[in-house]
């Protein structure tokens, strides 16, 4: 490791004091919740409220607080950081692989642990995790250098934003499915919440509205938009960044052709998104939260949302760098990183793998004729696989896994969903491929620009 | 003149709402048109298509030259690694995926695209990430009092066999 900079300075030190503050005021309002709603352990044989816990952690944490705030005048000496031996474990352990495995067994566990995971305590402590987590992490330089960017600091706030707003719905759709398993009534209807449009709704909307233009003014004037150099043609800046909303599209990009990731897949996206009400057949779950009665729909739009593009975001905006190679959190952007992929086509690894022969090419000066039917020749195994694909696979998730679905749906509304189900499984598909595989196209025609 | 006149009296005699749709169609379409004028600027600022780059000598054999990637948007290479043969040529810096500019990695021995990550051989050939097809190739000549000439206006592809073309590439040994 060269040491290019120093990993904590003075204002760093002083500014995460501020953030433990504010973490210690936020335990001791929680220390009141606690005494007031949770009840005693037993501790040695002795019932000990677990609000006593929570304030022995709040008082930790005010001490850490007071050492950030006092003790910024050493930095070099300073001891509260994040470990050499984590950081260096999780840079090792990171890669596209690992960050997409991560991501789709954390929205896996999401799903099945959701009973758990929504109960006040369980939400405080991992919001204090992932708060913690940040702190400790903010003693990296490069971590620093990347996730404390005025760029990107929107996208730190929108990851818990997702996640508070993700937990909210599970745990009104589990107190839900509580109540209909139980034969009670929904919550809504139970405790009544039912208020007035004018004046209340309209109020606390005028009120939401001060706040947010406030913070937005403060935040203008604050955080500075960063400025970079004169554009120029000659000159693509490296790693060369799209708006952070399109960064799940720029992710895209590295696997498919322009025309499939940049217009095929996001119209199909879009005109998807739209066809929702109109493929779907379930009744239920209809102006109230719930999980058990709209299974399938929640589960596939959330995997589309949160692995296929929030962590597709995460993926892009903090963990691609120089070259759009792959940086571990707490690594350099070393723009000699080297990373030496050789990428083949289909047809390349059957025609010179498995056939053990030449790609066939159409001899020169041949008709348009023939020059097609040898580009098809080519191509036909990736031709063959990606009509199987697309044709065969509906018909047989219609007998197979979706029964139910085809019987409830009709044949038209059953091929768009599956075609649309297959569509947004293309990605993760052809990930794993370039990952395990090197495969760069399944069809490859860059004759008539048709890559797939 | 006699036209509108004419569309005008055949609408009139039809119906006004005929008329009105002729009306809206005429005025759509001319505005139109008037909008893709913009395509076609008066003035154009752009470096000529031909220009003369010195030498042969001047690009020794297996470097790549950045010499007029800024001004010229384009790569002279000198290599014996396409097909065994020594040759020159001149490689557009469009990066073949979306059209990023790459750079020449040196110590890699490669051009690496910024964007999504797509490499190519000092050849010009595509191997890793999402490119789909080598870097084109611009013409280059032996003008004639001796030096290269670059001509940007004709592009040469790999993919459609035109790297064969004698006006894509210059015989290295001149060097
Ligand atoms: S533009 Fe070069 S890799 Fe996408």
Redesign the interface.
């Known amino acids: 490791m060269l040491e290019h900079h120093p990993d904590l300075t003075a204002s760093v030190i002083y500014g995460l004091g501020w953030l433990y503050l504010l973490l210690f005021l936020m335990n001791c309002a929680w220390v009141w919740r606690s005494y007031h709603q949770d009840g005693e352990v037993k501790l040695f044989g002795q019932g000990v409220p677990v609000a006593s816990i929570w304030a022995l952690y709040a008082a930790m944490l005010g001490m850490i607080s007071t050492a950030h705030l006092t003790g910024s005048n050493n930095p070099q000496m300073f001891l509260l950081r994040m470990p050499d031996a984590f950081k260096s474990a999780v840079d090792s352990l990171s890669g596209p692989v690992s960050f997409f495995s991560l991501s789709v067994g954390l929205f896996v566990a999401v799903i099945l642990l959701r009973e758990w995971i929504v109960k006040p305590t369980v939400g405080w402590v991992l919001l204090n995790a992932s708060l913690i987590f940040l702190a400790l992490s903010m003693t990296d330089y490069d971590f620093r250098q990347i996730v404390g960017k005025p760029d990107n600091v929107p996208i730190v706030a929108m990851l818990f934003i997702c996640a508070y707003f993700t937990w909210l719905s599970f745990a009104c759709a589990v107190e839900n499915d509580k109540r209909k398993a139980a034969g009670k009534p929904l919550y809504s209807q139970e405790k009544n919440d039912k208020i007035l449009v004018w004046p209340d709704l309209v109020y606390s909307e005028l009120i939401c509205m001060v706040l947010v233009t406030a913070l937005l003014v403060a935040w203008g004037i604050v955080l500075q938009a960063p400025l970079e150099e004169p554009a120029s043609s000659a000159k693509t800046p490296n790693p060369s960044k799209a708006p952070w909303y399109f960064l799940g599209l720029q992710e895209m990009l590295v696997y498919y052709d322009p025309w499939m990731a940049g217009v095929v897949l996001p119209s199909m996206i879009l005109v998807g998104l739209m066809a929702i009400p109109y493929i779907d057949f379930n009744k239920l779950g209809n102006g109230y939260y719930t999980f058990n009665e709209r299974k399938f729909a929640i589960s596939t739009f959330l995997f589309g949302f949160l692995p296929l593009w929030v962590a597709m975001i995460v993926l892009g905006t903090f963990l691609r760098g120089p070259n759009w190679n792959f940086f571990g959190p707490y690594e350099y952007w070393d723009v000699h990183k080297l990373e030496l992929l050789n990428n083949v086509n289909i047809s390349e690894w059957f025609w010179y793998k498995v056939m053990n022969t030449k790609m066939p090419v159409a001899p020169a000066g041949s008709d348009q004729a023939t020059q097609i039917g040898y580009i098809l020749l080519r191509e036909w195994l990736g031709l063959v696989i990606t009509v199987a694909y697309l044709a065969v696979l509906p018909p047989l998730m219609a007998v197979t896994v979706f029964r139910k679905f085809f019987v409830r749906m009709g044949f038209l509304r059953f091929m768009v969903l599956s075609n649309l189900i297959l569509f947004m499984a293309s990605l993760p598909i052809k990930m794993v491929l370039r990952w395990s595989f090197n495969l760069k196209y399944i069809v490859a025609i860059p004759e008539w620009f048709f890559n797939i | 003149m006699l036209i509108i006149i004419g569309v005008c009296i055949w609408g009139a005699l039809l119906s006004p709402f005929a008329m009105a749709w002729t009306a809206l169609a005429g005025v759509t379409g001319i505005a139109t048109l008037g909008t893709a004028r913009f395509m076609f600027p008066n003035v154009l600022v752009e470096p000529p298509s031909k220009f003369k780059i010195g030498p042969a000598s001047d690009y020794p054999l297996n470097a790549v030259s950045n010499k007029w990637?800024?001004?010229f948007?384009v790569w002279i290479v000198h290599t014996d690694q396409y097909e065994g043969k020594d040759l020159i040529y001149a490689l557009s810096?469009v990066c073949?995926?979306?059209g990023?500019?790459?750079?020449w990695?040196d110590?890699?021995q490669k051009f690496?695209?910024?964007?999504?990550?797509s490499?190519f051989y000092i050849t010009g050939v595509n191997?890793?990430?999402?490119a789909?097809?080598p870097l084109e190739r611009v013409g280059l000549r032996i003008a004639e009092d001796g030096m290269l000439e670059v001509d940007k206006s004709m592009k040469f592809q790999e993919?459609?066999?035109q790297w064969v073309d004698a006006t894509s590439f210059v015989d290295g040994s001149l060097a």
Do not use: A, V
């Open positions: 990637k800024d001004q948007g810096t073949t995926h979306l990023c500019t790459p750079s990695l110590g890699e690496k695209c910024p964007c999504h990550g490499g191997f890793e990430g999402p789909p097809r993919e459609m066999g």
